[in-house]
C-alpha cells in the first residue's frame, strides 16, 4: 500500500474525535495497572524487542517512531513519537509493511500506549492507512499510565497496514510510547486484566466489552 499524506484528527478534543470515528460498539480503551496483558496476535516486531523498527517504515520529515527502552510496559522495548520539530497540523506515522488478513471477517487491532506527558491536543493514535474501512484507536493524552486501546474492522481488502500516529499540536520537547500492537480475529482475542486499580483507574470508552465475553486464548504471531 502507498504512503497516504496525514490528515490530523479534529481538534475538539480527543474523547470528542474518538467517539466520531471510532465504531459505536467496539471501541474501547482500558486504563491499567494491568495484572495480565491478555493475548493477542502481535503483528511481525509488534513488540519492538529486536531494538529497531524492522517491519515499519518512517516515511515523515516531521517526526519518527523509534525502539527505546526508557518507557516499558512489557519486554525491553517500546516505540517512541519523536517529532522533530514543535507543530500544528497532519503530523507524522510509522507504516508497517503488509499484513495479511481475510477480507469479510471482524478483526481487533490492538496496543498499550503511553501518552501520560502529552497535552490534550497532542494526539497519539492508530489506524490503518486511510483505506474505506479504516479506523482509529486513540490513547486519552495526559493520563500518567499505560492505556490499552483497541477497535474492529472488517477489511475489503486481502492485506492492511497499520499507523503509528502523532499529530494535531505537537510538542516536540515530550515523547508518547506505543508497544506490543496486534491484529486478532474478534473471536480470538483475549483483552488484558485490570489489576486492583484505584476507584476510576479502569475506565472503558465505548459498549465494547460485552462483545469480548467469549474469548479463547491464542498465541503470539511473530
Given at each position: 500500500m502507498s504512503q497516504r499524506t496525514l490528515h490530523r484528527l479534529p481538534a475538539a478534543g480527543v474523547l470528542a474525535a474518538f467517539c466520531a470515528l471510532a465504531q459505536p460498539a467496539s471501541a474501547a480503551t482500558l486504563l491499567g495497572p494491568f495484572g495480565s496483558l491478555g493475548t493477542q496476535?502481535?503483528?511481525?516486531?509488534?513488540?519492538f524487542e529486536t531494538g529497531t523498527m524492522a517491519g515499519f517504515s518512517n516515511p515523515f520529515s516531521l517526526g519518527s517512531f523509534q525502539a527505546r527502552s526508557d518507557k516499558l510496559i512489557h519486554?525491553?522495548?517500546?516505540?517512541?513519537?519523536?517529532?522533530?520539530?514543535?507543530?500544528?497540523?497532519?503530523?507524522?506515522?510509522a507504516i508497517s509493511n503488509a499484513i495479511a488478513v481475510t477480507p469479510g471477517l471482524t478483526y481487533v487491532f490492538s496496543a498499550f500506549m503511553y501518552a501520560g506527558d502529552l497535552a490534550t491536543d497532542d494526539h497519539l493514535y492508530l489506524d490503518l492507512n486511510d483505506v474505506p474501512f479504516d479506523v482509529h484507536a486513540i490513547a486519552v493524552s495526559g493520563i500518567d499510565q499505560w492505556q490499552y486501546v483497541y477497535e474492529t474492522f472488517i477489511p475489503t481488502t486481502s492485506s492492511i497496514n497499520i499507523r503509528l500516529v502523532r499529530d494535531n499540536v505537537v510538542n516536540a520537547s515530550v515523547y508518547a510510547w506505543i508497544d506490543n500492537i496486534g491484529i486478532t480475529l474478534l473471536s480470538e482475542?483475549?483483552?488484558?486484566?485490570?489489576?486492583?486499580?484505584?476507584?476510576?483507574?479502569?475506565?472503558?470508552?465505548?459498549?465494547?466489552?460485552l462483545a469480548f465475553a467469549a474469548r479463547r486464548r491464542v498465541r503470539r504471531s511473530g
Amino acid at each position: 500500500m502507498s504512503q497516504r499524506t496525514l490528515h490530523r484528527l479534529p481538534a475538539a478534543g480527543v474523547l470528542a474525535a474518538f467517539c466520531a470515528l471510532a465504531q459505536p460498539a467496539s471501541a474501547a480503551t482500558l486504563l491499567g495497572p494491568f495484572g495480565s496483558l491478555g493475548t493477542q496476535n502481535l503483528i511481525a516486531n509488534g513488540d519492538f524487542e529486536t531494538g529497531t523498527m524492522a517491519g515499519f517504515s518512517n516515511p515523515f520529515s516531521l517526526g519518527s517512531f523509534q525502539a527505546r527502552s526508557d518507557k516499558l510496559i512489557h519486554g525491553n522495548y517500546a516505540a517512541r513519537a519523536e517529532a522533530n520539530v514543535s507543530f500544528t497540523g497532519p503530523g507524522f506515522a510509522a507504516i508497517s509493511n503488509a499484513i495479511a488478513v481475510t477480507p469479510g471477517l471482524t478483526y481487533v487491532f490492538s496496543a498499550f500506549m503511553y501518552a501520560g506527558d502529552l497535552a490534550t491536543d497532542d494526539h497519539l493514535y492508530l489506524d490503518l492507512n486511510d483505506v474505506p474501512f479504516d479506523v482509529h484507536a486513540i490513547a486519552v493524552s495526559g493520563i500518567d499510565q499505560w492505556q490499552y486501546v483497541y477497535e474492529t474492522f472488517i477489511p475489503t481488502t486481502s492485506s492492511i497496514n497499520i499507523r503509528l500516529v502523532r499529530d494535531n499540536v505537537v510538542n516536540a520537547s515530550v515523547y508518547a510510547w506505543i508497544d506490543n500492537i496486534g491484529i486478532t480475529l474478534l473471536s480470538e482475542l483475549e483483552n488484558p486484566v485490570v489489576a486492583a486499580p484505584a476507584p476510576g483507574a479502569a475506565t472503558l470508552l465505548g459498549a465494547g466489552l460485552l462483545a469480548f465475553a467469549a474469548r479463547r486464548r491464542v498465541r503470539r504471531s511473530g
